[in-house]
């Protein structure tokens, strides 16, 4: 019988079909394997026991891949598994980038007990005037699981889709709608597009990647909506550049109090993947990796 310990627990579906031995724990002390959404696992003291950990997301930045590499510990993800929760928040993060959509709503509550507010808001709308996304260009830089799926559905906002993906599989491409101009290089993305949205993974090569001089190569008024990870942008580059009107918007699920509550920042607290449905899918997926190496000794990221 396998010890199966769980750090900051996932999702009740997969973990509830697990087995009877599972335990919600912070001492990895005798376990198995272990399932691990966003706890960071740097520093903790790996057991002898541990065989396996999986991580119910993408990113695996909060792992310590190279202690796992040296115990011989098998390390799983679960991509694609929350594609579709982070691709609706990236949709959701453009319009809000577009529409004063939360002005708006605040306005009217704020504004609720002054008269008629009917026609109050029939004057004032104005000043919450945006603009449409069909028709714009966007940039994708990373064509994995979820720039796919927003290459996809941006084509279906009626936006003109460029991606950029050095690495992009034959497979990949497949899913890809036949109207996605494949870029070569990134600086034609950061030229030619007025949205630019990041999906890959934080690695020394990514880490900084849109940095002052990228910035610098962007249109004016672009708008950079970040799922992905924090520390691919260099925040003050894009707080300087949101302050001197090179960018217009700089949407980012990361809420680092450098940037919450700058002017031009719209911040969520890391929602990407937050969806009952991405939860589920990552934790069935994280425990049936696990399972299938443990009980048959297969490896494989499903
Ligand atoms: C991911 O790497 O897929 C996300 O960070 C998942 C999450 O929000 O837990």
């Known amino acids: 019988m396998f010890q199966y310990h ?3 627990p996932i999702a009740g579906v997969g973990l509830a079909n697990f087995n009877e031995n599972y335990q919600q724990t912070e001492s ?3 376990a198995d394997a272990v399932l691990v959404r966003s706890a960071a696992m740097h520093g903790m003291e790996l057991p002898k026991s541990l065989l396996a950990v999986a991580r119910a997301g993408a990113g695996v930045n909060n792992i310590p891949l190279a202690d796992c590499a040296e115990q011989g510990i098998v390390v799983f993800n679960t991509p694609g598994a929350n594609a579709n929760g982070v691709k609706e928040l990236v949709l959701a993060g453009m319009l809000l980038a577009s529409r004063d959509i939360a002005g708006g709503i605040e306005w009217v509550k704020s504004d609720k007990e002054d008269g008629d507010i009917a026609k109050t808001a029939e004057k004032q709308k104005k000043k919450f005037a945006g603009c449409e996304i069909s028709g714009k260009k966007l940039g994708i830089i990373g064509l994995g699981a979820i720039g796919q799926l927003v290459a996809n559905a941006a084509t279906h906002l009626g936006m003109e889709v460029y991606g950029y993906d050095p690495y992009i599989s034959v497979d990949a491409a497949w899913n890809l709608s036949r109207d996605i101009h494949h870029i070569q290089n990134v600086e034609d993305i950061y030229r030619n597009c007025d949205y630019i949205t990041i999906h890959v993974p934080l690695l020394d090569s990514t880490k900084g990647m849109i940095n002052k001089a990228a910035i610098e190569e962007m ?6 909506l970040n799922y992905a990870r924090d520390l691919l942008v260099d925040e003050d580059a894009v707080l300087a550049a949101l302050k ?6 700089y949407v980012t699920d990361f809420a680092n109090p450098k940037v919450v509550g700058a002017e031009g920042t719209i911040v969520t607290p890391h929602l990407g993947a937050s969806t009952k449905e991405s939860e589920d899918n990552c934790a069935v997926m994280a425990v049936k990796e696990i399972r299938d190496f443990l009980e048959n000794g297969n490896i494989k990221n499903s």
Do not use: P, Q, W, Y
């Open 6 to 8: 769980c750090l900051n």
């Open 219 to 224: 249109k004016d008024g672009v708008v950079l």
């Open 28 to 30: 990895l002390e005798g």
């Open 244 to 249: 001197a009107g090179k960018m217009k918007k």
